[in-house]
Nanobody, 113 residues
Framework: QVQLVESGGGLVQPGGSLRLSCAAS??????MGWYRQPPGKERELVAT???????KYAESVKGRFAISRDNAKNTVNLQMNSLKPEDTAVYYC?????????WGKGTLVTVSS
């Protein structure tokens, strides 16, 4: 059974940093990543990374966020810097294998002064 457990969300001031972590179990995944759902909006891609460390980022986070992955530990992290109020959202860990998506329960990130 696949499980994805996120950690690291919270409240941060604009310009601050947070690091999200996701621990996966029950599978080996071709792609892992992070999506987010801002209040009142659809879920959107933040960043993904393959087992060979090929990355993809949303334009809105390029240069501010960095995704990394530890294949041995089956974890994926998202380092978020220079956070803005518009980054406020529930962040979901995603893992994909054979075109099947698995999701964590989400962790709330609030950027506010």
């Amino acid at each position: 059974q696949v499980q994805l457990v996120e950690s690291g969300g919270g409240l941060v001031q604009p310009g601050g940093s947070l690091r999200l972590s996701c621990a996966a179990s029950g599978g080996i995944f071709a792609t892992m990543g992070w999506y987010r759902q801002p209040p009142g909006k659809e879920r959107e891609l933040v960043a993904t990374i393959t087992r060979t460390s090929s990355t993809k980022y949303a334009e809105s986070v390029k240069g501010r966020f960095a995704i990394s992955r530890d294949n041995a530990k089956n974890t994926v992290n998202l380092q978020m810097n220079s956070l803005k109020p518009e980054d406020t959202a529930v962040y979901y860990c995603n893992a994909r294998e054979w075109n099947v998506d698995y999701w964590g329960k989400g962790t709330l990130v609030t950027v506010s002064s």
